[in-house]
């Protein structure tokens, strides 16, 4: 049987570029299929106004090049889209990786041939390839949810999805828009827009917590400082359970006295971003703890925000950190604009969209444009939207009706050759994603030469080696607050998709343990043949 590569990686994203890096190194032919016309994944996708990380741009870098790492300079505390997306193209270019990639090609379905035990990948170009090793580089957020919201086609002006945002922009100068969500794609892009439009209408469904950047230019001395001691710094964050440091203080937030919560708390408002919830260490453990942590964000609102009645409907009512915690710049000020209203539409679906605005709680509004800022199909919907077979015809919508089933969040039983980088099951979302993704490549990577070593062509996990992974994800999420709420960590903003908690919350020093021991036991719970 007549392969055409080893492996077909999908998806030219961080995960996709770094697999196919490593695949080279190890003399693999590999070939990359990427929907877009670059690199990039959702930095390619997502460049509505104000997209930027909220991870801070000296940890949310490849690290597997110490020269990439000391040569590549980034400018601000929190990188914009523009420049991650610049720098995705400055390691396509300095690793020669576009060679390898075809682009404008969406995988359509992958099956696998239990004679020949290879993979048929076939695109929506027509191309029919043959690989041995099929890796889903498909990204945790990348197919974004568009609410069946009635009369959503009739809408006569554009509309705009924030994870599809137009390349050449959109200029709001004049306009009035209307936003429907209040995610972190909406806390970054509203700021940005407000200041444009004639008017914004922002339709709020939940109130969300936002903790403020305090985003600025980065001071060459501490990046001097950074590029000294990288290698000291990316190993100390391979410890902590997020994978970056947020300088967690151990101490119980209920157990603390009063003042101090409220000096914790303080600091890490004036200091910004995600480390807000490692004020202490019982935030998402102890309902009482979280509730300190909320009310002192509900109070910053009531203090920025100058309607009360306004502040009172920002002021969120659930689980501080149970949706992902938002980075912002200036969001909740954005309310004091006369030209900003907010609707508070809990409890309350959108009626529908008419040709020139939405119908909610029985009211009309119009715009002239529409943004659904209304996030994704999390951690599964990119794979479920390829249709992949496996052994015996079964379909990975089949095997994962009832929500995700892998092993170790890399593999599913039933589907040989088949790899998800930060698939459900692993930590991922949990963590900075570049260091997962680069110890996800690597994994793989090391197993597949490990398989060429032994003479062997397959590998497949086995059934109780899955259902064990499944159980202890299941058993992990059930100790936190974090599986608690409706969010896109359990697919609750897809109607009708199983109510599961998707990522690995036990931290990513167990989890590197667990798949290093795996591989030390001779790649235990996979059958390899
Ligand atoms: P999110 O965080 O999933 O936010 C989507 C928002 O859209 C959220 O406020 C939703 O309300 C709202 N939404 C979704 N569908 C509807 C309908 N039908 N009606 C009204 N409102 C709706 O996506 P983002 O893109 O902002 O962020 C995703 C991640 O990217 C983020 O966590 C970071 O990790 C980066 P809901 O809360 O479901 O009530």
């Not at 309350?348 to 709680?361: C, H, N, Q, S």
Request: net charge neutral.
């Amino acid at each position: 049987m007549k392969i055409d590569f080893d492996a077909v990686v999908i998806g030219a994203g961080f995960a996709g570029m770094y697999m196919l890096h490593r695949l080279r190194g190890l003399g693999f032919s590999a070939r990359v299929i990427e929907a877009g016309t670059g690199v990039g994944g959702t930095w390619y996708w997502n460049r509505y106004p104000g997209a930027r990380c909220d991870v801070e741009s000296v940890q949310y870098s490849y690290q597997f090049d110490p020269a990439l790492e000391q040569e590549w300079e980034w400018s601000e505390r929190y990188a914009t889209q523009p420049e991650i997306l610049k720098y995705a193209n400055h390691v396509a270019d300095r690793f020669d990786l576009r060679r390898d990639i075809q682009f404008e090609t969406r995988v359509t379905r992958a099956t696998f041939d239990e004679s020949d035990k290879v993979w048929l990948v076939e695109t929506d170009r027509g191309d029919r390839v043959l690989a041995r090793f099929v890796i889903a580089a498909l990204g945790c957020l990348s197919s974004p949810n568009t609410p069946r919201i009635p009369g959503l086609a009739d809408f006569e002006g554009p509309t705009y999805h924030t994870g599809h945002w137009p390349h050449e922009g959109v200029d709001f100068t004049g306009k009035t828009v209307g936003v429907i969500g209040t995610g972190s794609s909406a806390i970054q892009s509203i700021p940005i827009m407000a200041q444009q439009a004639e008017h914004l209408t922002v339709f709020q469904r939940t109130a969300n917590y936002t903790i403020p950047a305090h985003n600025r230019p980065l001071d060459p001395a501490y990046v001097r400082e950074v590029k000294a001691n990288y290698r000291e710094m990316r190993k100390r964050a391979k410890t902590l359970p997020a994978g970056i440091d947020l300088r967690i203080n151990m101490a119980s937030a209920v157990e603390s006295a009063e003042e101090e919560r409220r000096r914790q708390y303080q600091e890490r408002w004036d200091y910004g971003g995600l480390g807000f919830m490692a004020s202490f260490s019982d935030l998402l453990l102890n309902d009482e703890s979280n509730k300190t942590a909320a009310d002192f964000v509900r109070g910053k609102i009531g203090e920025i925000v100058k309607d009360p009645k306004v502040a009172a409907a920002l002021a969120p009512t659930n689980i501080i950190g149970c949706k992902r915690l938002c980075v912002d710049t200036g969001y909740w000020a954005t309310f004091n604009r006369p030209n900003v209203t907010l609707v508070d539409i809990r409890n309350e679906a959108i009626e529908r969209i008419t040709p020139i605005g939405l119908r909610v709680k029985g009211k009309d509004y119009t715009f002239d444009c529409l943004v659904l800022a209304t996030g994704f199909d999390a951690m599964t919907g990119a794979l479920l939207k390829i249709d992949i077979s496996g052994r015996n015809g079964v379909s990975l919508k089949q095997k994962w009706s009832e929500g995700p089933k892998t092993y170790l969040g890399l593999t599913m039983a039933g589907f040989p050759n088949l790899f998800a980088i930060t698939g459900p099951g692993s930590p991922s979302v949990l963590t900075n994603m570049l260091p997962s993704i680069e110890q996800h490549v690597d994994w793989i990577a090391d197993c597949l030469a490990a398989v060429r070593a032994r003479g062997a062509t397959v590998i497949e996990a086995e059934t109780e080696a899955e259902e064990a992974w499944v159980g202890h994800v299941g058993e992990a999420a059930g100790n936190t607050l974090r599986s608690t709420c409706s969010s896109w960590y359990v697919g609750a903003n897809i109607p009708g998709k199983p109510r599961v908690f998707m990522p690995y919350i036990g931290g990513l020093p167990a989890y590197i343990e667990r798949c290093e021991a795996v591989v030390a036991k001779g790649y235990e719970g996979f059958s390899v043949g």
